[in-house]
Nanobody
Framework: QVQFVESGGGLVQPGGSLRLSCTVP????????IAWFRQAPGKERTGVSC????????YYAESVKGRFTISKDNAKKTVYLQMNSMKPEDPAVYYC?????????????????????WGQGTQVTVSS
C-alpha cells in the first residue's frame, strides 16, 4: 500500500495562486510517475498533470496548460503542483496518484486504473 501526504489546498481568489504538495514516502520518485487528478462535485475525476519518473518530463491537460506547473524533489519524495491564474472552473478536490497508465494518457484521456494508488485529496476553492 502506497501512502500519500497531500497538503496545500484552500481558498484562493480568482486569478490567485496556490501550491499543492504530495509527499510519497514509500516511492522512489526517480522511478515512479506521479499525477494530479481533480474531481468537482457531480463530475468525473480528470487528469490535470503528471510528471514522469526517470527524467521529470511534465504533462498537462489542455485546461491548465500555461497556468499550472508540476515539479518534484526526488530527495524529499515530494511532487508539487503550482497553480496560477486560478479560474472558476478550477475548484475541486485534487488527488495525488501513482498512475498505472502513462502520463500522456492520464492528461489526455484521464485514464484511471484499478491499479492506481491514490491520496486522500485536498480541497481547492476559488471564490472572491
Amino acid at each position: 500500500q502506497v501512502q500519500f501526504v497531500e497538503s496545500g489546498g484552500g481558498l484562493v481568489q480568482p486569478g490567485g495562486s496556490l501550491r499543492l504538495s504530495c509527499t510519497v514516502p514509500g516511492l522512489d520518485l526517480s522511478r515512479s510517475k506521479i499525477a494530479w487528478f481533480r474531481q468537482a462535485p457531480g463530475k468525473e475525476r480528470t487528469g490535470v498533470s503528471c510528471i514522469s519518473g526517470r527524467d521529470g518530463t511534465p504533462y498537462y491537460a489542455e485546461s491548465v496548460k500555461g497556468r499550472f506547473t508540476i515539479s518534484k524533489d526526488n530527495a524529499k519524495k515530494t511532487v508539487y503542483l503550482q497553480m496560477n491564474s486560478m479560474k472558476p472552473e478550477d475548484p475541486a478536490v485534487y488527488y495525488c496518484a501513482a498512475p498505472f497508465f502513462a502520463c500522456a494518457e492520464v492528461v489526455t484521456t484521464s485514464a484511471i486504473s484499478e491499479y492506481d494508488y491514490w491520496g486522500q485529496g485536498t480541497q481547492v476553492t476559488v471564490s472572491s
